[in-house]
């Protein structure tokens, strides 16, 4: 299960695969991953894909994880809590061909390798934060009525072209060990005895 980095590390991992991605056609592509404020800047000659983490959700699929073991093998730590990532992946362009030309190949990038493995998450972390049998899975989602009006009233007036997706199931793990008292060996309750 991954540590408290996983938020970021997951980010970072996608917008990687986007920069890395054969793109021919968009040779001068910036990929960046974004904040509210961001929405202002100035659209590069070359186009930009942005990510744009918008929300963290509970996965309630899968809410009661058992306690993890430590890399001991030993030590039991408190249940992992499990994570949805909504992500606006927007497009932007001096024009709306070359737009919905970058939109159209981001959306299929990502539907190629929609499930990240552990060596790609933890690839650009100095201390790995996945463990190797973790993955996170990108999937297309739709936005609720609700998300899509607060997001057009903050990114007003540059509402660009966008999909959204979701990383599924990103774990943080407890660094808090469980402390199990040992084993009861007898019982002796003074119930039953009667005063003489």
């Known amino acids: 299960m991954a540590n408290f980095n996983a938020i970021a590390a997951a980010s970072e991992a996608i917008r990687r695969y986007l920069k890395e991605a054969p793109r021919p056609d968009f040779p001068q592509l910036d990929?960046?991953?974004?904040?509210?404020?961001?929405?202002?800047?100035?659209?590069?000659?070359?186009?930009?894909?942005?990510?744009l983490l918008y929300r963290v959700a509970?996965?309630?699929?899968?809410?009661?994880?058992?306690?993890?073991?430590?890399e001991d093998?030993?030590?039991?730590?408190?249940?992992?809590?499990?994570?949805?990532?909504f992500f606006l992946v927007?497009?932007?362009?001096?024009?709306?061909?070359?737009?919905q030309r970058l939109l159209g190949w981001c959306v299929r990038t990502i539907e190629d390798a929609p499930i990240m493995p552990a060596s790609v998450l933890n690839r650009l972390q100095t201390k790995a934060v996945f463990r190797q049998s973790?993955?996170?899975?990108?999937?297309?989602?739709?936005?609720?009525?609700?998300?899509?009006?607060?997001?057009?009233?903050?990114?007003?007036p540059n509402v660009p072209l966008s999909v959204t997706y979701v990383a599924r199931f990103v774990t943080i793990e407890s660094e808090i060990p469980l402390v199990e008292g040992p084993l009861v060996q007898t019982r002796a309750f003074d119930i039953a005895q009667v005063p003489e």
Do not use: C, H
């Open 31 to 51: 990929v960046d991953l974004y904040q509210m404020t961001d929405f202002q800047k100035a659209v590069p000659a070359g186009g930009r894909i942005s990510l």
């Open 73 to 85: 093998g030993r030590t039991r730590y408190r249940p992992p809590v499990p994570l949805d990532l």
């Open 90 to 99: 927007s497009a932007w362009a001096l024009n709306a061909e070359f737009q």
């Open 134 to 156: 973790e993955t996170v899975e990108l999937v297309g989602e739709a936005l609720t009525l609700q998300d899509l009006n607060v997001l057009w009233d903050v990114l007003k």
């Open 58 to 70: 509970a996965n309630t699929s899968r809410r009661n994880l058992p306690p993890t073991l430590g």
